[in-house]
């Protein structure tokens, strides 16, 4: 059975914890991805007494890509060619009736019934990251800046976004990534909503100031799933103030803010190819866990009903 009317927001979050348990998002998170996007859905596979399957489709934020979604695709192990076949199906339905052409999505390498899955569905991997976990037992000293350098949060001055944009604009095009794929940089509005929707807290956003001038910055994203974790959303430093130690600065003091603000968990992905930031993570302690796939897709969705495919001789319903 698919539910494409709404399921219950919070079946898909246990399906997705069954499916990793490292998910983190919560039933509010994807309420609030919903509110972002009109096509935005939520997907349940059942067999009419147990959830096996469930995706969302959300927008993609990282790249400019309107004819796209960015895709959650969770399948409970060992049913990935029943339930995952039901559940893909009914990915390309939604894709078909919204004039969805491609799809972004990530997937841990220790997930590997759902690689397979998808990988036969068509999606190729584009970006390989490695991901990193720092848990906090006790609250980390805050550092102590050198001459010169002063540490400020979001928080306690919030006009500091104006030199984060700043920030943004010179270094997200040195990002490693995708191959001759732009990474979109963020203007104003996409800050001020996610600082808004409590997606950013403006406590956990650390910069590293000379002279007046941002040259270093870090930010966590936050979960309603798991408001105990924290993914580093971004870590920038200013081309002529690099290999100073600054962006190792910023990320040891919001380390110290994220434990004020309840966070004990700090998790962060960084591409193969960024051995800088790897380094720096792997000097904080961070330690690492399997690599995180990256991977793309083109769809020709469905605009008539899939084909019935049944999961544990159930009927498929909508």
């Known amino acids: 059975m698919v539910d494409l009317g709404g399921p219950d927001a919070d079946r898909v979050v ?29 997907l349940l596979v059942s067999d009419g007494a147990v959830d096996l399957a469930a995706a969302e489709l959300a927008r993609i934020e990282a790249w400019d890509e309107p004819d796209g979604m960015w895709m959650c695709f969770w ?86 976004l104006d030199q984060i944009l ?21 203007g104003r509005a996409w800050w001020e909503e996610h600082l808004g929707n409590g997606v950013f807290d403006p406590r956990t956003v650390v910069l590293a ?17 798991r408001p105990e974790a924290a993914d580093v959303e971004y870590t920038a430093t200013a081309r002529g103030w690099r290999g100073r130690g600054l962006a190792a600065l910023v990320k040891r003091a919001c380390h110290a803010a994220a434990w004020d603000a309840g966070v004990r968990e700090v998790r962060a992905w960084n591409d193969l190819a960024n051995a800088a ?3 720096v993570n792997a000097r904080l302690g961070y330690v690492r866990g399997p690599d995180v796939l990256q991977l793309r897709a083109e ?6 009903a899939p084909p019935v495919r049944p999961v544990a001789g159930t009927d498929r319903a909508s």
């Open 166 to 186: 700043v920030l943004d604009a010179e270094t997200i095009p040195d990002i490693p990534g995708e191959p001759g794929v732009q990474v979109q940089i963020p």
């Open 75 to 160: 399948v409970v192990p060992g049913r990935e060619a029943d339930a995952g076949a039901v559940l893909w199906d009914a990915v390309l339905e939604h894709c078909g009736r919204h004039g969805v052409a491609g799809l972004r999505t990530s997937v841990a390498s220790d997930r590997t019934g759902t690689l397979t899955l998808l990988t036969e569905a068509g999606f190729r991997e584009v970006e390989r990251m490695q991901r990193v976990v720092l848990t906090m037992s006790a609250r980390p000293e805050p550092p102590v800046p050198p001459d010169g350098v002063v540490l400020r949060s979001l928080a306690s001055d919030p006009p500091l």
């Open 209 to 225: 100031l000379t002279g007046g001038r941002a040259v270093s910055y870090t930010v966590l994203r936050r979960y309603a799933g």
């Open 299 to 304: 769809v020709v969705g469905k605009n008539a």
């Open 14 to 42: 246990a399906v997705s914890r069954l499916a990793d348990p490292r998910a983190a998002w919560g039933a509010e998170d994807f309420r609030r991805d919903a509110r972002a996007e009109p096509r935005h859905a939520l």
């Open 277 to 279: 930031m790897r380094a």
